[in-house]
């Protein structure tokens, strides 16, 4: 049995090292993936174009104007004069936010009122336009706090000069400390997923397309008439492509530290584990492709067909605490979903099997009952 495994694995692996492109197709693709995900899903605001309409010119209104000019996330690009003027320069995509100091701001200031400004915000991206008023509201926060304890102590030392001292009013300062992405980079984020959906869609259409190839090209039939078992001929088929896929998870890795900087705090071997874990899934869903599929064509149209899905409900891009519920229940059964959060956790905590065991035992539960169903029905079409 060991020798026909080792056959066809040897088959296997000539065949697709054979061809120059194919030999490309099993790495290149994973790293050019890699890049352009890593490059392109970026959600930061990084430096958001600002339009400053300044209503009062006051030395308080031009010191708002120099913290916004003072901020990193801020480019005043346009000093529109006219309500017309805001309009347009929302309209045609120019600004992202208008920033409209009202009238008698400066004097509500120094009497301790309520001073008003208005922030436009370009809302057509929902995702920048809640970043962008953000980073606004805290500029405009920080002024606030500022004036107030400066008019504070306006208040104190008069009271020292005419009458008895007043004890101050007692402030909170408020310290915040961000665990695990400190500079809060999207791309932190978002490349182990691509990991995640690199892996898993690789996998699934190799083995897939490899036994279909079989079907079409007319060697399905005489390996079927050979001593090879089905089982063996399913061991030997799937093993060379989850080899690719590990290969692949390895180099992946290594391009995202050395590249995008993203950090890796975990153990690699737990989350060699876990690939492993989860390429019984991917395996075994692409055997099971390969039962339903005549053509390449078709196991490649029903491999995105059930990547799709996956992909979209693993948590990749959408938090699935914001999901309907009845759709929350549905990821419990998506394997793409537990590989994501173990590797995330890998990576940007460096959590260990104490905290991943829940995911971990999900996992290996759905990949022996998905290779198992597959590696049924694959032995029985072969029959």
Known sequence: MANRIAYIIRKEVRQAFREPRMRAMLFVPPMIQLLVFGYAVNLDVENAKMAWMDQDRTPQSRDLLSRFQGSTRFSVTAAPETDDQVTSLLDSGKVDVVVRVLPNFGRDVLRGRTAEVQLLVNGSNSNTASLVASYASGVVTGYARDAMNDESRVKLVSRTVNGPVHPAIPTLNLRSRVWFN??????????????VNIIALVTLMLTA???????????????????????????????????VGLIDMVMIVIVARLIFHVPFRGSGLLLLFASVCFLLTSLGAGLFISTVSRTQQQAMMTTFLFFQPCFLLSGFAFPIRNMPVAVQYLTLLNPVRYFMEIVRGLFLKGSGIAILWPQMLALTVIGIVVITSSAARFHKRLE
């Open 209 to 243: 397309m490899a036994i279909v190839r079989e079907k079409e090209i007319g060697t399905m039939e005489q390996l079927m008439v050979t001593p090879i078992k089905p089982i063996e001929l399913m061991i030997g088929k799937t093993l060379p492509f989850a080899a």
């Open 182 to 195: 400190p500079d809060l980079r999207s791309r932190v984020y978002f490349v182990p997923g691509v990991v």
